[in-house]
């Protein structure tokens, strides 16, 4: 039997449920990207949100590619389960803040509407990093179902919107903003000024480690919550959110969830791109190029454990912290993480697309350590295994320059692919430009390291 609103009433009085009247609630939040990982995090807050403080908070998901998770959510009536695991046993919890899903390339129309509902005041987005760098042109890409639904909503004289990207940038609400408003530009100069003067994105620091669901994991729902849940997810019992204070309309209570509403989020995201990020790829090139599958796998390994913690060190002396934010402390709880054996998460499935995530994770820190004179010997490492790893030795590598960084190898050798890609005239110069002791440094350590 499949959980639904009918048969919500058989689950175990064990596991938690929405704490408010669902059929009483109507859409105030249209989220692009309605993955795992926004059902273990923003509709984990917004639910509990109107747990502690009522409001017309519900979610219309938006799929951006498949219909999966419309499969998997309708017949459920949007209810799905976030089980935390640890090494304390599971934690089952349901989820009731997903009221549809829309998949986009199927319903671009029904996808506007939804963003032009009069209710609706906050558009989140979990996208992945690379929807910034793509054509924004595509029909069915993030500023083209964003500018249909802000024309309906000028249209309609409805208010602007706040828009709340929540992906793992640097920046990225200026990452977004910035984004629309060049995409608007192009397309309609009216509606750029009624962005810029009616709408708002705020700046977000997500975290929580949510590997891709497994049958092991639906089985264990399952068990859990004595019915099948299509659509439920496994995560880590910690969560992060931390919210820059700007909206041009109302909001839900996040805070009673446990989010942070700060004036500057960037040295939150800095931190957390640069050591928990920057921490989790060095474990993914340097633990599959010794044979490790997991990330709990790889934090056991103590030759592992030793150039995480000293990249941790690196990252935490690149930039100025807020006041009260302790990064030691923080470094500690992040390997603790790492170290959860009941949720095995893949190191291949943090190595897809790390042409996309390096600049921030790793070049972001070697650029500001370079500029304080300092050297930065665990990211150079790391550097490394990832160089290794995309040489594609042990088979095929998921990433948008894959096909780049193949003709790369397959034309040059090491010295030259290192000054290609980090020399004065490199393709990721803009982001770090290698000195040449840092050049021979990489050279040399790919001459040690095993293809990832």
């Keep these: 039997m499949r959980l639904s609103d009918a048969t919500l009433a058989r689950v175990p009085a064990t596991v938690g449920r929405p704490a408010y009247d669902r059929a009483s609630v109507r859409p105030g939040i249209v989220h692009l990207g309605v993955g795992a990982f926004h059902r273990a ?72 509407e939804a963003l032009a509902s009069p209710g609706v005041r906050i558009v989140t987005l979990t996208v992945t990093e690379k929807a910034y760098a793509e054509d924004p042109d595509g ?3 993030v500023c083209s179902y964003l500018t249909a639904g802000l024309a309906l909503r000028r249209a309609r004289s409805l208010p602007g919107l706040t828009l709340m990207s929540c992906d793992n940038l640097s920046d990225n609400g200026g990452r977004l903003a910035n984004l629309l408003a060049d995409y608007l530009d192009a397309k309609d100069s009216d509606l750029a ?52 204070g700007c909206f041009v309309g109302p909001r839900p209570a996040w805070e009673a969830a446990g989010a942070q509403f700060v004036a500057d989020v960037r040295p939150y995201e800095t931190a957390k791109l640069r050591m928990l990020n920057g921490a989790h790829s060095a474990l ?75 600049p921030q994770r790793w070049l972001a820190t070697l650029a500001d350590q370079q500029a304080k004179g300092r050297t930065c010997p665990a990211v150079l490492r790391a550097l490394a295994a990832w160089l290794a790893f995309v040489r594609g030795d042990r088979g095929p590598v998921n990433d948008p320059m894959a096909a780049e960084l193949a003709r790369l190898w397959a034309s040059l050798d090491a010295p030259a692919v290192v000054d290609a890609l980090f020399g004065p005239a490199g393709i990721f110069a803009h982001h770090w430009t290698a000195t040449a002791d840092d050049r021979r440094a990489l050279v040399r350590l790919l001459a040690d390291a095993p293809a990832g």
């Design 139 to 141: 029909a069915n890409g």
């Design 284 to 358: 993914a090139y340097l633990g599959l190029a010794r044979r490790r599958r997991f990330v709990h796998e790889a934090v056991a390994d103590t030759a592992l454990t030793s150039v995480v913690e000293s990249l941790m060190r690196e990252a935490a002396t690149s930039f100025t912290p807020a006041a009260g934010q302790d990064l030691d402390a923080y470094a500690g709880t992040i390997l603790g993480r790492f170290g959860n054996p009941a949720l095995p998460h893949a190191l291949a499935q943090i190595a897809i697309d790390g042409s996309q995530k390096i």
């Design 193 to 244: 000024r009624w962005f810029a003067g009616e709408c708002a994105c705020p700046s977000t620091m997500v975290d929580r480690i949510v590997p891709a669901t497994t049958a092991a994991d639906l089985d264990r729902a399952a068990a859990a919550l004595g019915l099948e849940d299509q659509a439920a997810v496994a995560c880590e019992p910690f969560r992060q959110w931390v919210i820059e």
């Design 41 to 112: 995090h923003q509709a984990v807050f917004t639910d509990q949100a109107m747990a502690a403080r009522g409001g017309d908070w519900g979610i219309v998901g938006v799929s951006m590619r498949s219909g999966r998770v419309r499969d998997q959510l309708e017949p459920q009536d949007g209810l799905f389960s976030v089980i935390e695991r640890s090494g304390g046993g599971d934690h089952a919890r349901i989820i009731g803040a997903v009221q549809r899903v829309i998949v986009g390339p199927e319903a671009p129309g029904a996808v506007a």
